[in-house]
């Protein structure tokens, strides 16, 4: 087992080398200058779409759900561990620097997110049942001018999302939800595998309709339950927030390793800041990875610029606003690079538990776990149908649809159960293996991007006009 665990780390380590980070950044950074940045003017009419009245409603266009309940089931999808667990993974494999390069990739992120879900939309098609089936792989199949290429593309994304599904959005939220529980309650393992797989598997028989519902609840609950108590933490150690934002960006953009200060026995240079920001950055919001696209193409929706704009905030939310207030918390706490009982580094939850317990106590600890409990479920359910999706678009039989939601229902117990490194190792594989064949796809179609962007610039600004004049 170990030798398999040392080939997957090595596996992970070179999918995830330069060449990784700059196809994923470098496509961010590409298509937001392509569309004259477009995605960042637009980010504040973005943010009020998504908190409009009209995008709880299925009135304006065609799709099986909201605009915000797909925001909230590609949310729910992409709010999870990375957000609690990553953070912290990411703090203490490339020191605080990590933080600043998940902002970077973020930053550039939207218009990834933004790109992947509009294609998503324009290139959607309804299934046998009346179902809005679209993603990577019908804006493959469909938008590219090469076929054959697209076709391969398209199959390829589809087998690598449901293989992705049952280890990004399955097994390491069930293993981060067993080892937080256990930990804080000692609640053992196989008892929360247990219950994972009757809650999931009750949820998912329902279908996307529930399965959204669920998520329009859960998802902006927890979010804004976690963000009050991280604030308090950040709040609590104030007096050591500016120390930790200089050596943020010191270690970011450091050429040579440094350590000490807030980062305690942490070492990191300015390529392993880079490396696991982006990387736990990317398994936090999944932009560029086409994930999110495939909830958002079941959105109702009257324009695919409109509802790619409303999905486009999902990586805002996610990185910008969560996991920064996760990597302050740490960071500013002071608990980054101590050890435990053991002489071990404290990471992964224990280390976001400690820094909640600076300021909050044992209640601190409770917030950390229930926060990781729901984000971690609230994934698993979104993930579900992303890889149903990929599974339909594979299969095209409904029978072997539903059995893969019992066979995922099960998975999430041999995740609860199993070591977290090989966990997270294997699911940072499946994470780029998805991206590969999505970056080019966009890359290819990135003047279809930009003309669709610029179609749509002129209802945004007719619709910022209007709201102004009723303001006056």
């Known amino acids: 087992m170990e030798a398999f665990s040392n080939i997957v780390s090595a596996v992970d380590a070179f999918v995830w080398g330069p060449v990784m980070l700059v196809l994923l950044v470098g496509t961010g950074i590409f298509l937001t200058i392509r569309i004259g940045f477009a995605s960042w003017r637009n980010l504040p009419y973005a943010l009020r779409s998504v908190l409009s009245k009209e995008a709880r409603t ?28 990553g953070v912290a993974t990411a703090l203490v494999s490339g020191g605080p620097g990590a933080l600043v390069w998940m902002e970077i990739s ?28 679209g993603g990577p792989m019908t804006t493959m199949k469909r938008g590219l001018k090469n076929k054959t290429l697209g076709a391969v593309l398209a199959m390829l994304f589809a ?40 809650l999931v598997l009750v949820i998912l028989l ?29 709040l609590g150690n104030i007096t050591q927030v500016p120390a930790a934002i200089v050596l943020m960006f010191q270690c970011a953009f450091s050429p040579t390793a440094i350590a000490g200060g807030a980062a305690g026995t942490i070492t990191s240079s300015i ?59 740490v960071c500013s706490s002071g608990v980054l690079g101590t050890t435990d009982a053991s002489g071990a580094l404290i990471e992964g939850s224990a280390l976001t538990i400690a820094a909640f317990r600076t300021v909050l106590g044992e209640f ?81 179609l990135s003047g279809v991007i930009a003309k669709e962007v610029k179609r749509f610039q002129p209802t945004i600004d007719a619709e910022n006009a209007a709201r102004k004049a009723k303001k006056h």
Not at 115 to 127: P, Q
Not at 165 to 180: E, W, Y
Not at 211 to 228: G, N, T
Request: proline share 2%.
């Open 58 to 85: 299925t009135q304006r266009g065609s799709g099986d759900i909201s605009p915000f309940a797909a925001l909230m089931t590609a949310l729910a999808a992409t709010i999870g561990t990375g957000n609690i667990v």
């Open 106 to 133: 973020a930053i550039f992120g939207l218009t990834s997110k933004f790109s992947e879900c509009m294609l998503a939309i324009k290139y959607r098609v309804t299934n046998e049942h009346g179902e809005m089936l």
């Open 159 to 198: 087998i690598f999302a449901v293989v992705a599904s049952f280890g990004i959005g399955n097994m390491t939220q069930a293993n981060s939800i067993s080892t937080a529980l256990n930990n804080t309650f000692h609640i053992p393992e196989w008892i929360v595998g247990v219950i994972l797989v009757i």
């Open 206 to 234: 329902g279908g996307i309709s529930r399965l959204s519902k669920v998520s329009s609840v859960i998802v902006p609950a927890m979010a804004v339950f976690y963000l009050i108590f991280g604030i308090i933490v950040i």
């Open 271 to 329: 390529m392993s800041s880079m490396r696991y920001g982006v990387a736990r950055g990317v398994f936090s919001n999944e932009a560029g990875m086409g994930s999110a696209a495939i909830t958002a193409a079941a959105a109702t929706t009257d324009d695919p610029v409109r509802q790619g704009y409303i999905n486009m905030t999902g990586t805002f939310f996610d990185t910008i606003v969560i996991c920064t207030v996760t990597g302050l918390a």
């Open 364 to 444: 601190g600890a409770w917030m950390v776990t229930i926060g990781i409990a729901l984000f971690a479920f609230s994934t698993i359910l979104g993930w579900e149908y992303h890889g149903e999706k990929a599974l339909e678009y594979i299969v095209k039989k409904r029978s072997i649809c539903i059995a893969y939601r019992v066979i995922f229902s099960v998975i999430a117990f041999f995740g609860a159960t199993m070591s977290l490194d090989l966990v997270w190792n294997l699911s940072d594989i499946a994470n780029a293996l998805m991206a590969i064949p999505n970056l080019i796809c966009m890359l290819a």
